[in-house]
């Protein structure tokens, strides 16, 4: 199988090609860190963390780089209105968005660089780009030329005129054009500087990037990712400052960028307050698999509505999972949560042998890594993943795994734990189920234990004299109350939702 990526710089799916035979170099760009983390910051790392999964998985050796923006016009502000040091707010934010990323296990950034660390770099790349004609110092700050740059535009694929028009351009009386962007800032009185050869100052947002990818990644990157709103100006303007400081030299290979987020169908924006929801917030309503699902359901390049009511619908779909895992436990006496998974593509390659359920199995499987491949489809996948736990659910049904007496039980127990394997094996890929979810009733709820324990043994006094219908109508009186009873050969459970 060949993996497919759409590339924004020439808006068609190509096949994955590495500067490096096995390995890729990637750098994301990371949050500015004036204000806490909100579910919008947290798209681009779930997405690009998972696709760092997938392709390790397929054998590449993957480097992945997320900057920190810790010095910009939104954190003086913002320092200065809130009393603090533009240093201790950076150290705040950073320290909320590092903690809000371990809670969804995005765990797979091997750099996270801030501007204020690479300021030799910066000033390396400004005075480069000055040298070669590309940049000038004016009035302290110090511009890139867009006029000089021919290919300006290629990765918006719109003509420089037209971006400029339909774009919000800092305005400037040093500058020889309204297009020209900052790539060096005088420092405006009480703000934080740094000594430069153009005089005190600092760095300008886009050159930010360039600098630290190069300091850790080379000169040349195989993907560089980010959100669809930062194509123009962020990602165009790096493109442009990298190529003509290396002579020319492709920046990134691949461009990927994902949908922006959408609350109840409204664009998340500050000038909407009620879009904004901080993350530490929702970690506290739901399920870290619940926010990380809501990210990966869909294509990453499509736009990702959420809300209670969306939330809430993708955590009942989740149950079908967790409900599961402690069947297969009652059923083998092991916890999915630590059941030992292959690491590798050509690891969970299997022989299905004559069984029929296996083969469904490995079908399963391959249509999921294919969905993957074609431009790293992780609906399609999700898909897939709950049509292998019906598999799974029908075959323990249909031997009758949950009785100790059934025909052929170790047979069937074996083919039953291969499927389990590869359920585990592909959820991994996704970053899901890392461990059971929080329990949503207090240990010590011995009240609510005792009264759902009554329930279930008067119901069950029902049947056996067979009084279905009153049965039946408890069960739906307790799942109107979003409670479900799971009846098994060891009894009858509950669970709430």
Not at 103 to 130: F, N, R, S, W, Y
Not at 175 to 181: C, E, Y
Not at 213 to 227: N, P, T, V, Y
């Amino acid at each position: 199988m060949t993996i497919h990526l759409h590339n924004t710089l020439s808006q068609t799916k190509e096949p994955l090609r590495t500067l490096e035979p096995g390995k890729v170099r990637m750098y994301v760009c990371g949050p500015t860190v004036y204000s806490a983390s909100h579910v919008g910051h947290m798209v681009g790392p779930v997405i690009f963390d998972t696709l760092k999964r997938f392709l390790t998985y397929r054998g590449y050796q993957v480097t992945w780089v997320v900057n920190i923006t810790d010095i910009d016009d939104k954190l003086i502000v913002q320092a200065n209105k809130d009393g603090v040091t533009v240093k201790s707010l950076a150290e705040q934010v950073t320290a909320d968005y590092v903690k809000c990323l371990e809670a969804l296990g995005v765990d797979g950034i091997d750099h996270m660089p801030k501007a204020t660390e690479h300021i030799d770099h910066i000033l390396e790349m400004t005075q480069g780009l000055i040298d070669k004609g590309y940049a000038y110092a004016s009035g302290g700050d110090v511009y890139f030329d867009v006029t000089k740059a021919e290919e300006y535009g290629k990765l918006s694929h719109r003509d420089p005129e037209a971006l400029l028009a339909g774009n919000r351009v800092e305005p400037s009386s040093h500058k020889r054009h309204p297009g020209d962007f900052a790539l060096w800032k005088a420092a405006k009185p009480g703000e934080p500087f740094w000594e430069s050869p153009w005089g005190p100052g600092r760095p300008g947002w886009h050159i930010e990037c360039s600098a630290m990818s190069r300091s850790l990644l080379g000169d040349q990157i195989d993907i560089h990712g980010g959100g669809l709103d930062l194509v123009f100006p962020h990602h165009e303007n790096e493109v442009v400052q990298s190529e003509c400081f290396t002579g020319r030299k492709p920046f990134a290979t691949f461009w990927l960028h994902n949908g922006l987020l959408t609350k109840d169908g409204r664009k998340i924006s500050k000038s909407d307050p009620d879009t904004i929801v901080l993350m530490r917030d929702l970690l506290s309503k739901y399920q870290p698999d619940t926010l990380r699902a809501l990210f990966l359901m869909g294509h990453y390049r499509r736009p990702t509505d959420y809300g209670n009511q969306r939330l809430d619908e993708i955590e009942r779909g989740l149950q079908a999972f967790f409900i599961f895992f402690e069947r297969f436990e009652r059923i083998t006496g092991r916890s999915f949560y630590t059941l030992p998974a292959p690491q590798t593509d050509s690891e969970g390659e299997f022989d299905p042998g004559d069984s029929d359920f296996l083969k469904m199995v490995r079908d399963h499987r391959l249509k999921f890594l294919e969905a993957l491949d074609d431009d790293f489809n992780t609906g399609g996948g999700f898909g897939e993943l709950f049509e292998l736990l019906r598999t799974l659910n029908r075959f323990a049904d249909r031997v009758g795994l949950e009785r100790a007496d059934a025909p052929h039980r170790a047979d069937a127990l074996a083919q039953f734990e291969r499927g389990v394997t590869v359920l585990r094996e592909l959820t991994r890929l996704f970053g899901l189920f890392r461990a059971a979810p929080r329990s949503k009733t207090t240990g010590d709820d011995q009240l609510t234990a005792g009264l759902m324990r009554l329930v279930i043994d008067l119901r069950a006094s029902l049947r056996k004299e067979k009084n279905f219908a009153l049965a039946d109508e408890i069960r739906r009186r307790l799942a109107e109350l979003n409670v479900t009873l799971e009846d098994g050969p060891g009894g009858t459970r509950w669970r709430i939702g």
